[in-house]
């Protein structure tokens, strides 16, 4: 049986039920009833086609009848029967009238009924003032519209499309636009229609016909809507790194594209950051000028100094502790009058509060635009999950006719077929099957593989946490000497816990890799997700250490290291991590790939290419992104050092790619990595920096003597200290007090808001996968509504067998009656 999908008037609730037998008798005869009515009027209307034409649509129609191949065996059979059936004039013409078999067809026909259709919304607007837009699909109809024939006689053609050109004419420019869409005509066709009725309407109406107000207001129309496709193209031109992007895209697919995507979607993060930060607290405490004690008599070398971010940076605006801890006083202005003197009251600006609350606000929005983002990106790739729909529209639909340029037309050509080449690769992709014994070697290989990985992960975990106290050790021993040279030492020797973590990140991917190497992985797609299983795994857990490292260590005792501003010694190790991470990440890709190109190329004697490695190229940037958040409350213009290494990143990676890698030997669709780096960016590289930051700010006691926030416990009071001055200034605003001490201080409204953006998270993800089951239902409806085709012209076939049939006997009779008699 045939299922049948229903949706009420909400398009929320779906109704799945099997049609009985019953049910199919309605359908047949309501089907031989409309055919009946059809028939009556092709009889009247259509001329008796030729035993050549009948030959030539029933080729046509046959063709649209073949169904695409099933493994069944009983709808082989069905598609054999259709296909070498001779059919009947009367089913040929049942054929020739159906919806889908107009397009194309004829031209004449499509003409004629949207005429009619013209002719019929034009009334309705003589009896209605307005016209509500179509429910209805605008395909053809095979009932009330008549259909013509391909061999309609010229003049007559022409008649009805000079007829059809004044209907539209005469219709509103919402409706002709309507009616213009929805013609089954070519994009030729359609322009050539709307030219016509521009043409005939500037003929009819010249300008010394229409008013001056008319003119006018026709003028600016154009010019308004010429403006606005002016700056639509002029916005689309700004985008970032378009070109580039679809080269990278052309030429090495989606995978490797959706890393440089998610590398300029890192970028804006990182500009947004640097434009908040920079309007409230850089620029306002760089125009205060406050005299600060900047001890800078003893100064290390200037290369020394930019990869430790020590000597002269810090007793700057990149770190914490040069922020002031007073509210910042413009200068008053006092007028002298004849009889008196007036001044204005000079503005503050409370740098304390500001500072505490533009952290707060920065970390509020990213987070609102990360779960955006995030859930954007699961309704795109999860919506639909099935590569033949998308592999149709792309074969179709996906040209763009507006490119003249040959290098725009090549490199649209280059990304289409690339995108041909993973649909197809994803479509003719199948499980292998292995045997009992296969699958428990396999089972055992990746035991073993995850063993490995996760052992040496917690070497190297346990290596950083020693390596680090050893050299908080350090530190407190030499916080006593003060030659010039042993504080050379001294800050050379800062850099050693950023390389050892540096050169862990750069190595253990690439024991990550092998190990992969050894299990065998057929998939491509499955390969990049345990890489970036495992790297996610190391990254966390490297992180995880170095926090407890500032916060635990770092935090609790600084005068036993002799740190008089602790905040402004882990913003440095802040930065130092991020810049050593950039290093790295150059001995990489010249290591790594180009040298490793001349190897291959010129003494293995090799064409093959390395494979660019999308899973640890795009951990290294979650892994950026994250010493960026940790670092914005410690370093306010740490955001603008993660700008410069994402902008030189771009071009050096880009092109490292183009010269010395090469595109994957399998194909792949990676439709959905977008969305997991997102959501890897989100949780728990974005949850944790926020929890780390808010636990700093909550209960860590800030340094006495630099920074905003010395003289308080926490640098939560002072928002606390700055509602109890507004009470005390004013009774009426006594009920803050009660506010900032119920929805601030207390936890639970932190934990309930997010609560319910877990909630909206959880909604929407509930929503796209019902949106995705909707669309595999009418999917599956499209295709039994076209069994439903083949089965109702098969029965129409039948019945018009048997009653041949039958005539013809009736007819024997008949004769042999006569002969009798």
């Not at 050109?165 to 919402?174: A, D, E, F, R, T």
């Not at 010249?206 to 010429?226: G, M, W």
């Not at 003060?482 to 050693?496: F, G, I, P, V, Y």
């Not at 018009?800 to 042999?816: K, Y």
Request: hydrophobic share 45%; charged share 20%; aromatic share 12%.
């Amino acid at each position: 049986m045939a299922s049948r999908v229903s949706f009420d008037s909400d398009l929320h609730l779906m109704i799945t039920d099997l049609e009985s037998a019953d049910d199919e008798d309605v359908v047949h005869d309501s089907f031989s009833q409309l055919i009946k009515e059809q028939s009556r009027d092709l009889h009247t209307d259509v001329m008796e086609m030729t035993p050549l034409d009948l030959q030539e649509e029933s080729r046509d129609d046959v063709g649209f009848l073949d169904a695409p191949v099933y493994h069944r065996s009983d709808e082989l059979q069905q598609t054999d029967a259709l296909i070498g059936e001779r059919w009947s004039s009367d089913t040929l013409k049942v054929l020739s009238s159906m919806p889908s078999r107009t397009i194309g067809r004829s031209r004449g026909a499509i003409i004629s009924q949207y005429y009619n259709r013209t002719m019929e919304l034009r009334r309705r607007n003589q009896s209605r003032p307005s016209v509500q837009p179509f429910t209805r699909s605008a395909r053809p109809s095979i009932l009330g519209y008549r259909v013509e024939t391909d061999g309609a006689d010229f003049d007559e053609g022409e008649n009805k499309r000079e007829r059809l050109v004044n209907n539209l004419q005469n219709l509103s420019v919402s409706d002709r636009v309507r009616m213009l869409r929805a013609m089954p005509l070519s994009l030729l066709e359609k322009k050539e229609l709307r030219l016509l009725v521009l043409n005939k309407a500037e003929h009819s109406f010249s300008q010394s016909q229409l008013p001056c107000c008319s003119q006018l207001k026709y003028y600016i129309i154009i010019a308004v809507r010429h403006g606005w496709y002016s700056w639509l193209s002029f916005l689309s031109s700004l985008q970032l790194w378009q070109t580039a992007l679809k080269r990278v895209g052309g030429r090495f697919g989606t995978g490797v594209l959706s890393y440089f995507v998610f590398l300029r979607t890192l970028l804006f993060f990182n500009i947004f950051l640097f434009l908040i930060m920079g309007l409230f607290l850089v620029v306002p405490q760089a125009v205060s000028h406050p005299d600060q004690d900047q001890n800078t008599s003893v100064r290390s070398t200037w290369g020394l100094e930019v990869l430790t971010g020590a000597g002269y940076f810090s007793h700057s605006l990149l770190y914490y502790g040069y922020y002031s801890n007073y509210t910042l006083q413009s200068e008053r202005s006092c007028t002298e009058s004849v009889n008196r003197t007036s001044c204005t009251s000079a503005l503050s600006y409370n740098m304390p509060l500001v500072y505490f609350f533009t952290i707060g606000v920065a970390f509020f929005i990213t987070c609102i635009i990360l779960v955006y983002s995030m859930s954007k990106t699961f309704g795109q790739s999860f919506r639909i999950n099935k590569s033949k729909g998308v592999l149709a529209i792309k074969v179709f639909s996906c040209w763009d006719f507006k490119v003249s340029k040959k290098s725009s037309v090549r490199l649209q050509r280059d990304n289409i077929g690339t995108q041909l080449k993973e649909l197809v690769a994803e479509v003719n992709r199948q499980e292998l099957k292995f045997s009992v014994l296969q699958r428990l070697f396999r089972l055992f290989i990746h035991m073993l593989a995850w063993l490995m990985c996760l052992g040496s992960t917690l070497a190297c975990v346990l290596a950083v946490y020693y390596f680090s106290e050893h050299m908080l050790k350090d530190l407190r021993n030499r916080s006593n000497t003060s030659s010039s040279n042993d504080l050379l030492l001294k800050e050379a020797s800062l850099l050693a816990l950023p390389v050892v973590v540096s050169s862990i990140n750069l190595l253990l991917p690439g024991f990550f890799n092998a190990v992969a190497w050894m299990e065998e992985y057929d998939s491509p797609s499955m390969l990049n997700y345990i890489s970036i299983g495992r790297n996610l795994l190391l990254k966390v857990s490297v992180l995880g250490v170095l926090c407890y490292h500032w916060l635990g260590r770092v935090a609790s005792d600084p005068q036993s290291l002799g740190l008089q501003c602790w905040e402004s010694f882990v913003g440095q190790e802040l930065y130092r991590f991020l810049l050593m991470d950039f290093i790295f990440m150059m001995l990489d890709t010249f290591f790594g790939e180009f040298l490793w190109r001349l190897f291959s190329q010129r003494a293995l004697k090799r064409k093959r290419k390395p494979v660019f490695d999308i899973a640890r190229n795009v951990l290294e940037l979650i892994y950026g992104q994250t010493l960026a958040w940790l670092g914005v409350l410690f370093s306010p213009l740490l955001p603008a050092v993660q700008m410069i290494k994402l902008l030189f990143l771009f071009y050096m990676k880009k092109v490292s790619l183009m010269m010395n890698c090469q595109a994957s030997s399998k194909p792949w669709c990676a439709c959905q990595m977008t969305t997991i780096f997102i959501t890897l960016l989100c949780f728990p590289y974005f949850l944790g920096s926020a929890v780390c930051v808010t636990y700093t700010m909550w209960t860590i006691e800030p340094s006495g003597s630099c920074g905003p926030f010395q003289g308080l416990k926490t640098m939560f009071q002072a928002g606390k200290l700055w509602v109890e001055q507004l009470a005390a200034a004013n009774k009426n605003l006594s009920w803050l007090s009660w506010a900032h001490a119920h929805l601030v201080e207390n936890p639970l409204f932190l934990f309930l808001s997010a609560g319910i953006f877990l909630i909206v998270i959880y909604f929407h993800s509930q929503v796209v996968d019902g949106q995705r089951k909707i669309i595999e239902l009418l999917q599956e409806q499209i295709k039994n509504e076209g069994e439903d085709k083949k089965f109702l012209i098969m029965r129409l076939q039948h019945i018009h067998e048997r009653r041949r049939t039958v005539s013809a006997r009736h007819a024997r009779g008949a004769s042999e009656d006569a002969s009798d008699s």
